[in-house]
């Protein structure tokens, strides 16, 4: 079988402007007069399409804010996109009707973007007081938000990666707090499945339905707190090596009948389901988790969050890693209104914004000003997501490879299929072929950081 490394997105086919407006069945509110936008006197409109429903609310309320404070100049239309919103984004992008700001966490991504032409960079527009609020560390975010020493988006939220416990479950097996090695890891879930046989309690769950749902929740995020990842960043090349030990570890797990039945192909869903029932002893989730279990499975149960174990259970010689928290807003390369549109997105990047956005658990913040001031979220167990051990690290390589993707045959060695040996000289040899011949071929850059240290991005 051959698969790709990456999914290639293309420009959107022509359509009539006419139909822009239906494009993924949105929603649209709008604010002030509908005359004249630009004309002489009347308020500049600007156009703010997003596809989040999760902070509806509270951008609606903070939107009607800017208005209201921008009054007779400036104006906004916002529109929620239900589906399909990649689509209408690309075909508006391609009929030069983009929006003025729209939501940069989707599926397109940030080089294919810069290449059309359809997002701003933001350089231009960074005071000395916006540089110092963020930081490099933030705002130079290679090819996630920035592109050939160019800033393209700033940051709000991201997501952060937790072992979630079960506590009463935890005390009944005599334990007292969570594991903090991988061996503890493997012991607590045989106890925990141990005093719990009676009513069909497991010590751990994998939702292995998906295998790179389940291993960047849990294996990667303890690989990387020990400051190790499979891809060398200091010498640019792939190392699968770096898995072998955990990967023995979650073996252990299964081979022990310590993991929740049927774990081969559980869901995440059904899986919370279980654990909201009392039935799961522990398991690797994100900061998602705590909105689940307020209103998708309300649950009495006594429930934990604690970073993931290292190996040896000693301090991290890494960080865990923060998804997608480099990026929230685009400003359209083809905006007529760009210094109004900057005004909107330095209103929506304030703490007056991004304070309520955490602490009404929209997202876990990655902004130090926002997480110094934000009292404590009122979702249970938020707060513990919110990064201490965590950072943004860089983008994996882009590049074909040939034959089944990593998780996959991490999977297969977990089941019992592929020797866990056999299955880690395989992905080497794949993967480093792969970028070895993408780079001869000129289609892509092998990347190298010498002095990478993940650890070192942590606030002191």
Avoid at 131 to 147: C, W
Avoid at 380 to 390: T, V, Y
């Amino acid at each position: 079988m051959n698969t790709k490394g990456y999914v290639k997105l293309g420009l959107a086919m022509a359509l009539a402007s006419s139909a822009l407006a239906g494009c993924g069945g949105g929603e649209q509110t709008k604010a002030g007069s509908e005359s004249g936008g630009g004309a002489s006197g009347q308020p500049v409109k600007l156009k703010f399409w997003t596809n989040a429903r999760h902070d509806a609310d509270l951008m609606k309320t903070k939107l009607d804010e800017f208005n209201q404070k921008f009054k007779g100049k400036i104006e906004v239309e916002s529109q929620i996109m239900t589906d399909n919103y990649e689509q209408a984004l690309q075909t508006a992008i391609q009929a030069d009707e983009a929006p003025d700001i729209f939501n940069a966490k989707m599926k397109l991504k940030l080089e294919d973007l810069v290449k059309m032409k359809a997002i701003q960079p933001l350089d231009e527009f960074l005071t000395p007081e916006v540089k110092s609020r963020f930081g490099d560390n933030l705002l130079k975010v290679d090819r996630q938000n920035s592109l050939d020493g160019k800033t393209y988006s700033l940051p709000n939220y991201g997501t952060t990666w937790r072992l979630v416990y079960n506590k009463d479950l935890f005390a009944k097996a005599g334990l007292s707090e969570p594991p903090k090695s991988m061996a503890e890891l493997v012991d607590y879930a045989k106890k925990i499945t141990e005093a719990g046989k009676a009513d069909n309690v497991y010590g751990f769950a994998l939702n292995m339905k998906t295998p790179a749902a389940a291993f960047e929740r849990g294996l990667l995020p303890m690989v990387r707190l020990d400051g190790k990842d499979y891809y060398d960043w200091k010498n640019g090349k792939y190392d699968f090596e770096v898995l072998k030990p955990y990967v023995q570890a979650l073996k252990q797990i299964v081979d022990n009948k310590s993991i929740l039945p049927g774990y081969e192909s559980l869901d995440i869903d059904p899986l919370r389901n279980q654990f909201a029932a009392g039935k799961i002893g522990m398991y690797f989730s994100l900061s998602a988790e705590p909105g689940v279990y307020d209103t998708q499975f309300p649950t009495k149960v006594n429930w934990g969050v604690a970073q993931v174990p290292t190996l040896d259970g000693g301090a991290p010689k890494g960080a865990n890693y923060i998804n997608g928290g480099a990026s929230w807003l685009y400003m359209s390369g083809k905006s007529k209104h760009k210094k109004e549109a900057w005004e909107l997105l330095n209103f929506l990047y304030s703490d007056d914004v991004l304070v309520p956005y955490y602490e009404q658990g929209k997202g876990i913040s990655v902004v130090p000003s926002v997480l110094a001031k934000a009292k404590e979220p009122t979702l249970k167990n938020f707060k513990e997501f919110a990064p201490k051990d965590d950072v943004m690290w860089p983008a994996y390589p882009v590049h074909k490879i040939e034959g089944k993707p990593w998780q996959n045959v991490i999977s297969e060695t977990i089941l019992g299929l592929t020797p866990l040996d056999k299955g880690i000289e395989d992905l080497n040899k794949r993967y480093n072929d792969g970028l070895n011949n993408e780079e001869k071929a000129g289609n892509m850059k092998r990347i190298v950081e010498p002095n990478f240290d993940p650890r070192s991005q942590i606030k002191k």
